[in-house]
């Protein structure tokens, strides 16, 4: 299963801001579940995964675009 997973999904960086977001995403879950029931659920979920894949191209990107970025402020 690890094999499969990581010939798909690479990620680089820090290890702990990875896991943090993941254990945090898994938290929000059982809060919306918990207090809101499932119509709200597949709502948070379908937003969460919006972040995920967002956070995983974005960190794919070279440093030097976020730094051409920076110039304008």
């Known amino acids: 299963m690890n094999n ?3 010939k ?3 990620l680089e960086g820090d290890k ?8 945090l995403s898994l938290f929000s879950i059982l809060v919306v579940y918990s ?3 499932w119509n709200f659920l597949f ?3 379908l937003k ?4 995920l ?3 995983y191209f974005i960190h794919k ?3 030097k675009y976020f730094s051409k970025i920076g110039l304008f402020s």
């Open 4 to 6: 499969i997973l990581s």
């Open 8 to 10: 798909y999904v690479q």
């Open 16 to 23: 702990t801001i990875w896991g943090t977001v993941f254990l």
């Open 35 to 37: 207090t809101a029931g």
């Open 43 to 45: 709502q948070h979920l």
């Open 48 to 51: 969460l995964v919006l972040g």
């Open 53 to 55: 894949f967002c956070m």
């Open 61 to 63: 990107w070279e440093f």
